[in-house]
């Protein structure tokens, strides 16, 4: 109770400032004049005169100004900063308007980077030491977002490199990873001007690259060849070759202590990450087991039954099954609160972990969504239907469609502060940059 009393009290503080705060003086006036003027009467004496309705008015005006306070101007100037703190940026905008101290207070630097930290969270540390404009950070925050909103003066790029079908892709603020039919696994980098490079290519898989995930210590691939690898990010060289599974490894995942994979074997495998010394076998799907995430204790997977299951690593017992889908599933995301499912059934729904409740469900795709990605606030999704889509994570409203941006089935998709980057079989890697043309210091981490 204590904190939904703090969150209403903050609330309601919010709202009084924005409605009352800065339209003080037109509507206090309004108020005076109401107070002071004599109550309406509809009777009439024609005999008995009275001063008209607008001296009366001009009266009150007048008795009222000779008492208007500014109560900004007369509070400590850091309890003008706690309040103005509360407001949205409209409203900062708004108050610069009202007086020469009111503008000099809403221009304040700290003030501007209490409100970017309030409303957008971390301000990441910028590659130089600048001095950093917080008022001219969070406009560019929203235009960034604006961008994201509407899918306008994006850069679309497409990179070429492999020689067949391109099925998984991970990346950060300095390379890009992706795995292949060709066997291969490639980095990528950026090069002066606009232009990307291969600069590296790992081969030891005898089959195609399904599914691969990485950290600044390893790279873990799976492949067709039954074979989950490991890889050193130093040496580049192949430090452990998991073998357990009886058909191709569809995905993978790990943490500080595990690795996880599942199989078209319709398994599950854990294994201890330093020495590969096998943990769990999970059983319980009827079909194959194509997508898995864990958070902590618990992982989640989505198998071609259509069914998700929830499961606790340290039991290896299923916690919860999650029904709804009519098709098979095809990819899953879990973040330990919420489970975002797409299928075979051209639909991506989103769950509570907790309850197995189905909270929402987005529709618009017209082929398999065949991957998925989502933070807080949105999920993007890569379909056999050739499409990329964004969607309101809260609302399930679809905001933007990038139509046929490949030439074939889209295989993985996954994005960042100012980048979507998908692959396909079309053998492209494509990347969409929102933040083209833009100054993104301290808007996004660099790795």
């Known amino acids: 109770m204590k904190a939904d009393t703090n969150t209403n009290s903050s609330h309601t503080t919010a709202i009084c400032i924005k409605h009352k705060l800065f339209r003080y003086f037109r509507k206090h ?177 005898i089959a195609s690259v399904l599914c691969l995930q990485y950290d600044d210590r390893i790279l873990v691939s799976g492949s067709s060849d039954h074979t989950v690898r490991v890889w050193s990010m130093q040496s580049f060289d192949v430090i452990l070759c998991l073998r ?52 902590g204790t618990r992982l989640v997977s989505a198998s071609g039954d259509a069914v998700i299951k929830l499961w606790d690593l340290e039991s290896g017992l299923c916690l919860r099954d999650f029904v709804g889908h009519s098709h098979g599933l095809a990819c899953i995301g879990f973040d330990g609160k919420k489970i975002v499912s797409g299928s075979n059934d051209n639909k991506i729904k989103v769950w509570n972990a907790d309850t197995g409740e189905c909270i929402l469900t987005c529709e618009g795709h017209t082929g398999l969504v065949r991957s998925l990605h989502f933070d807080k606030d949105k999920i993007v999704s890569g379909s056999y239907d050739q499409s990329i889509r964004i969607w309101n994570i809260h609302t399930g409203e679809c905001l933007k469609t990038f139509t046929r941006c ?23 890697i494509l990347i969409i940059d929102f933040a083209y043309n833009m100054d993104i210091n301290h808007l996004i981490k660099v790795d």
């Open 29 to 205: 006036s309004i108020r005076q004049l109401q107070l002071l003027s004599p109550p309406s009467d509809s009777r009439i004496d024609e005999g008995f005169q009275q001063p008209s309705k607008t001296t009366t008015k001009k009266s009150s005006f007048i008795t009222f100004n000779r008492h208007k306070i500014d109560f900004l101007f007369h509070l400590p100037i850091e309890l003008s900063y706690i309040i103005l703190s509360y407001c949205d940026q409209k409203t900062i905008f708004e108050a610069c308007h009202v007086s020469i101290y009111w503008s000099q207070l809403c221009k304040d630097n700290h003030l501007w980077r209490h409100l970017y930290v309030q409303h957008h969270g971390t301000i990441y540390p910028a590659p130089f030491n600048t001095t950093t404009d917080y008022r001219t950070l969070y406009e560019r925050k929203l235009e960034l977002l604006e961008r994201w909103k509407h899918g306008e003066q994006v850069k679309m790029q497409a990179i070429m490199g492999h020689n067949d079908s391109i099925y998984c892709v991970q990346f950060d603020g300095t390379k890009i990873v992706t795995g292949s039919r060709d066997r291969t696994i490639k980095f990528w980098r950026t090069t002066s001007g606009t232009g990307v490079e291969c600069y590296r290519t790992l081969r030891g898989h």
């Open 244 to 295: 357990g599974h009886d058909s191709g490894v569809l995905d993978v995942c790990f943490d500080e202590h595990r690795i996880a994979s599942c199989s078209k074997d319709a398994t599950i495998r854990v294994w201890e990450r330093r020495s590969g010394q096998a943990l769990l076998r999970l059983l319980g799907h009827r079909g194959p087991v194509n997508a898995i995430q864990f958070h």
């Open 406 to 428: 490949h030439k074939s089935w889209v295989f993985d998709v996954t994005f960042n502060e100012t980048k979507i980057i998908s692959t396909s079989q079309d053998q492209r």
